[in-house]
């Protein structure tokens, strides 16, 4: 079974641009959560998303969004980008709702913003 | 609030046997988990522990006390291939999301 993959790998946006990060869950994983890592703050919980409806939330401003399609692969998108976006963006699978103790990351996303 | 603390270092020699301490503050905990992330990696599940007691994994063993909001993962035998950071993460409820410490850098020396 494949494992999670995300695109793109790397990306270098400017301030107050904005980016769309992609993520496509193992098969049959129908949770999707997202994280950021930053060497300061550890894996900090984004959003997770289950049957395309966003069931947990954490603690990032609005500017921070996300989705997820039928066939359970999700986006995430960040608007006007700070500097401070800048980070490991690293999104998990798992089967059941609300992503559970045991979740497969990808790779990650690195976004480093200018 | 919530919150996990764990060491930001830990340093052994290869062969000998390692603890790394996590002890959680969060509400509505349901278990710990623990995943491994070796440099420039993605994290990888490594065990978890609902109830209280010792759950064993080959050379990774993890205990959690719910009485003490504590719990650790023991690492035997250590081996250079180990080097990496252990985070511990509070399952909040089930069907909760998972809350991360900060993360413990091991490294193991020949």
């Known amino acids: 079974k494949a494992g999670v993959t995300q695109t793109p790998r790397y990306l270098i946006k400017t301030r107050g641009q904005q980016v769309t990060l992609s993520c496509s869950p193992i098969?049959?994983?129908?949770?999707v959560s997202w994280y950021q890592q930053t060497p300061g703050q550890g894996l900090q919980f984004l959003f997770e998303?289950?049957?395309?409806?966003?069931?947990n939330k954490g603690n990032f401003p609005g500017r921070f969004s996300g989705r997820q399609f039928s066939n359970s692969r999700s986006e995430m998108n960040v608007s006007t980008l700070e500097l401070g976006d800048s980070a490991l963006y690293l999104c998990?699978?798992?089967?059941?709702?609300?992503?559970?103790?045991?979740?497969?990351f990808g790779p990650g996303t690195r976004l480093t913003v200018t | 609030g919530q919150s996990l603390e764990q060491p930001s270092e830990v340093t052994a020699v290869e062969g000998a046997i390692v603890q790394i301490n996590c002890t959680y503050q969060?509400?509505?905990?349901?278990?710990l988990s623990w995943y491994q992330q070796h440099d420039g990696g993605a994290p990888t599940f490594l065990s978890y522990?609902?109830?209280?007691g010792l759950e064993e994994t080959g050379r990774f063993s993890s205990f959690l006390s719910r009485s003490d909001s504590y719990g650790y993962l023991l690492l035997q035998e250590l081996q250079m291939k180990d080097s990496a950071s252990y985070f511990c993460?509070?399952?909040?409820?089930?069907?909760?999301?998972?809350?991360f410490g900060q993360g413990t850098e091991l490294s193991v020396k020949p």
């Open positions: 998990a699978s798992s089967l059941g709702q609300g992503g559970g103790y045991e979740q497969y």
């Open positions: 098969s049959g994983h129908r949770s």
């Open positions: 998303y289950f049957s395309e409806t966003q069931r």
């Open positions: 969060t509400s509505g905990f349901y278990g």
């Open positions: 522990n609902a109830l209280d």
């Open positions: 993460a509070a399952l909040k409820e089930q069907g909760g999301k998972l809350i």
